[in-house]
């Protein structure tokens, strides 16, 4: 039997080229991937709510809106300090504070202003910004799910009082997440316009950067202590006002009551009352009334207030307080600070000899 030896065939130069071609655009994709992979955008930001709300419930509406978006108002100007600028002591309660006329951003009183502190739920007014300058349509519906209650209440969250399946349109849970504060309504609008609590957090820490904060950074919509979850009250007092340029945020926070739309788990609603209004009437003050704010209490941050309060020729001031000792001492430090721009301001030796509440007012009606 005989053998043929094979011939090795001999590659063309055509060829050769061709595969030190095919080989270089290997290498390129990889290379491409790689680089994808390792320029991933990472987050500090730990889960705070479990990610098991259906893909389909979650996301936002693709139909036509009912409502146009809401234009983003112009950002704000950080408030500034002057020689007339007080620093503050013992005429406060609260460990944190701010005072500031809005008319010429100016700072009016302060009291560790640029410390950091834990705001509780002040959180929720940027959770307001955020959601109102992301929804379309807010008479759309978000159907509440049984694991965001379960996991908020474990953690004993402030509720607005939504249930399991209840069909909750997005302006229902915008004033339920303002005025009782409720946690279940922050978490369901979160879920409605990112997807996810954790998606939505991303977005109000980018609008940290638009608004040129300072030092802070959020972990949840709600207000929940987390140690990597704080502000200031120079900050806040920015947020507050960015707050009021939008005419439906400045409404959510200035409404003493209200009731949701009728569903088949509420027949007649669910009745709201805001958590400021309870501990006041806005008027206790002579020549100045507050017209609306938002509370917050965990017991790392204490009691807290963000309000603002209007004259009778329409001056416009904020005031933020925080870490206050009694569920009234925000509404007393209030008085006081919005007292010193009417002239009924104590000096910190009346303060000693008499409380500041009782020279300002001699009643707060019951929560």
Known sequence: MSTKKRKRRKVSPAGMLLLLVMFLAVIIAVYGMF????????????????????????????????????????????????ETTKTLGAELNAEYAILIDTETNTVLAQKNADV???????????????????????????????????????????????????????MDMLYGASLPSGADATTGLACYVAGSERAFVRMMNKKVKQLGLKDTHFMNTSGLHDEKHYTTASDMAV????????????????????????????????????????????????????KGGKTGFTDEAGQCLASYAETPDGKRYLAITAKGTDRYQPVYDAFTLYGSVTGTYPTEAETAETPAIEQITPEIPAA
């Open 239 to 290: 947020i507050l006002n960015y707050c009021l340029q939008n005419e439906l945020c400045r409404k959510l926070i200035s409404t003493p009551t209200y009731v949701t739309t009728p569903t088949e788990q509420h027949p007649d609603g669910i009745p709201l009352s805001d958590t400021m209004f309870n501990k006041m009437e806005g008027t206790e003050v002579p020549g100045i009334t507050i």
């Open 35 to 82: 680089r994808l992979l390792i320029s991933a955008p990472e987050t500090s930001e730990e889960p705070t709510i479990a990610e098991t709300v259906a893909e389909t419930e979650t996301l936002p509406p693709t139909e036509p809106p009912t409502e146009a978006p809401t234009e983003p108002p112009p950002l704000m100007e950080y408030p500034v300090r002057n």
């Open 116 to 170: 950091r502190m834990y705001p509780a739920s002040m959180t929720k007014l940027m959770t307001l910004i955020v959601a109102i300058e992301n929804i379309e349509n807010f008479q759309d519906t978000f159907t509440m799910t049984q694991d965001i209650l379960d996991e908020l209440y474990a953690q004993d969250a402030s509720m607005a009082g939504f249930v399991a399946d209840e069909p909750c349109t997005i």
